[in-house]
């Protein structure tokens, strides 16, 4: 009787401790929230115009070059980029988890994951998260009425966070020619 009453009390004992370990690893949802599925500003006219003028003259100095197949690359990326600029984004349903981030229904694991930071784009508060791998290579979030800070306060337990981020010579080009070059007024 004693053998079985302390083998019923060793039982016992390994189902708290296995109890204790599904608590560590349990898949819970820390932050869920709606948001647009890209920042977006509405343009006006100006920037219509003035991209169709640019384009023109790109593609005058293609056609003079006898560049054909390079005039439809370039029609059809102006085409894409009118679209996306003319088109609000629908709203897309995020989730930050004890296991990841989804976007839709696209699941991250943490260890896909490389670091995050935080950025303004186009007056939107948008939450970048670097993967480890080359494609998709960033993970661009809309925080849409999600502040920064609580964000940040979930995913620091599992991402570094990076207060500034070396930008790119191409995010820089990009940033002279829209201050030097504007398409539209800034509002």
């Known amino acids: 009787m004693d053998d079985k009453s302390q083998s019923l009390h060793h039982g016992e004992r390994v189902d708290e401790e296995m109890d204790e370990y599904a608590d560590l690893f349990d898949v819970r949802t820390l932050l869920s929230w709606s948001a647009p599925g890209r920042p977006f500003r509405k343009k006006d006219k100006e920037y219509y115009f003035s991209a169709m003028i640019i384009v023109m003259l790109v593609e005058i100095i293609l056609f003079l070059f006898s560049e054909y197949s390079l005039m439809v690359v370039v029609l059809s990326l102006v085409f894409l980029a009118f679209v996306l600029s003319f088109v609000p984004p ?28 935080f950025k303004k784009i186009d007056g939107v508060d948008t939450l970048i998260i670097r993967t480890e791998t080359i494609l998709p290579g960033e993970l661009k979030i809309s925080l849409g009425n999600v502040g920064r800070d609580h964000v940040r306060r979930v995913m620091v337990h599992f991402l570094p966070y990076r207060e500034k981020v070396k930008e790119t010579f191409t995010e820089r080009s990009g940033e002279w020619l829209a201050r030097n070059f504007p398409l539209d007024k800034h509002h």
């Open 90 to 117: 629908k709203n897309f349903h995020y989730r930050i988890s004890t296991e990841g981030v989804t976007v839709e229904d696209h699941y991250y694991l943490w260890t896909e994951l490389y670091d995050f930071y």
